[in-house]
């Protein structure tokens, strides 16, 4: 197994694509810690994960990741109990979409805070105790929209594109104690949301994928699995796209 006796942090683990990264890293035999603050889904979650692996294989925990006392609090006590914390997956994130001569200055600020403010606080606290280990493994969730932008998205797209500027950084900054950071930026990803649009939409964002079809949670999650296992150990600073090939 490819993480065998790892513990993994994923933040907005309890479902969508955090979930699916957290099944992926329990089959290849990590436990894992999740911080969202949806309390319904990651009680569930925690419940159906232990039933399938095994008592105590994932803890569930609600943490607001824009708050900082929060997260320093919490990430310690994960330290305390785990007794280290081997990889983040900076994941949680939220879209509040409207053209910038629209959007309120709160809107920015929610998304700026959630997706990037957030990865800033849990990499900051997390980094302490890998820095300690001189080990660990950081892997943020990024997407195309941070690459090459997209219109009515200008909050997210800079949160997006900030995770790639905070990745490349972290990277020069800790790959002497032996910290690897990367990123993955998905594509048009398969989900419930994209479920809901109607076939107009669907064609014209299926024009913009050189492969023509939609990506997969699973795409995503396994592209995580790569870039927190041994796989890539001499990879660091680099952004995986996960995009069918819109970033050709």
């Given at each position: ?30 436990s ?18 232990n039933?399938?692996y ?9 943490v ?9 609090s ?95 950084t972290l ?29 107009k ?21 396994k ?11 001499y990879?660091?600073?680099?952004v ?9």
């Amino acid at each position: 197994m490819r993480l065998e006796s790892k513990l993994a942090l994923v933040t907005g683990g309890a479902r969508g694509i955090g979930k699916t990264i957290c099944s992926y890293f329990l089959d290849e035999g990590a436990s894992v810690v999740i911080f969202d603050i949806n309390v319904d889904d990651g009680k569930d979650t925690e419940k159906g994960f232990n039933n399938k692996y095994g008592t105590g294989r994932a803890t569930f925990l609600k943490v607001d990741i824009t708050d900082e006392d929060e997260v320093e609090s919490t990430t310690n006590k994960v330290v305390e109990e785990k007794d280290k914390i081997d990889i983040l997956v900076n994941n949680a994130g939220i879209t509040i979409d409207n053209l910038i001569m629209r959007m309120s200055v709160a809107d920015w600020k929610k998304v700026i805070d959630i997706n990037l403010t957030g990865a800033f606080t849990c990499s900051k606290f997390v980094i302490k105790h890998m820095v300690k280990a001189r080990s660990g493994n950081i892997i943020n969730i990024s997407s195309i929209v941070g690459v090459h932008g997209n219109a009515g998205q200008a909050n997210y797209s800079a949160s997006k594109a900030g995770l790639i500027g905070l990745t490349k950084t972290l990277a020069r900054e800790l790959a002497g104690r032996n910290i690897r950071v990367n990123a993955v930026a998905p594509g048009y990803i398969e989900t419930e949301m994209t479920g809901k649009l109607s076939e107009k939409i669907k064609e014209m964002l299926l024009g913009q994928i050189p492969t023509k079809k939609l990506g997969s949670v699973d795409d995503v999650a396994k592209s995580v699995l790569f870039l927190a296992s041994e796989d890539s150990k001499y990879i660091t600073g680099t952004v995986l796209g996960v995009d069918g090939g819109m970033g050709i």
